[in-house]
């Protein structure tokens, strides 16, 4: 069992940069898979990032080249560094995680074992 915990959401002008954080609750960085989600009201929850143990990256087409996923494995703290913010960004962002070093499709909801509550990202 595992706990996620996100933080950093906030309200930013179109353009600007927010750096979210998820903190778990057990060492899982080094040996679990790790993704952004996001989903905006009336839509579909949406995968953004998603990091492998091993560190591999993927990213959802409409975030490619503003944001980057990362993680500490030492302090159990997955990140997501967003900048060129757009009003289409606005969302309720999740954290999530699951057991295992690489999956086919690690931008689908399905995939993930345990989720954080969310944090807001709203883009004006």
């Known amino acids: 069992h595992v706990q996620l915990v996100e933080s950093g959401g906030g309200s930013v002008q179109a353009g600007g940069s927010l750096r979210l954080s998820c903190r778990f609750s057990?060492?899982?960085?080094?040996?679990?898979?790790l993704a952004w989600f996001r989903q905006a009201p009336g839509k579909e929850r949406e995968g953004v990032a998603a990091i492998t143990s091993g560190g591999t990256t993927r990213y959802a087409d409409s975030v490619k080249g503003r944001f980057t996923i990362s993680k500490d494995n030492a302090k159990n703290t997955l990140f997501l560094q967003m900048i060129s913010l757009k009003p289409e960004d606005t969302a309720m962002y999740y954290c999530a995680a699951v057991p295992g070093s690489l999956f086919d499709s690690l931008l689908l909801p399905s995939t993930y074992r345990s989720w954080g509550q969310g944090t807001q990202v709203t883009v004006s």
């Open positions: 057990g060492r899982i960085t080094s040996t679990y898979c």
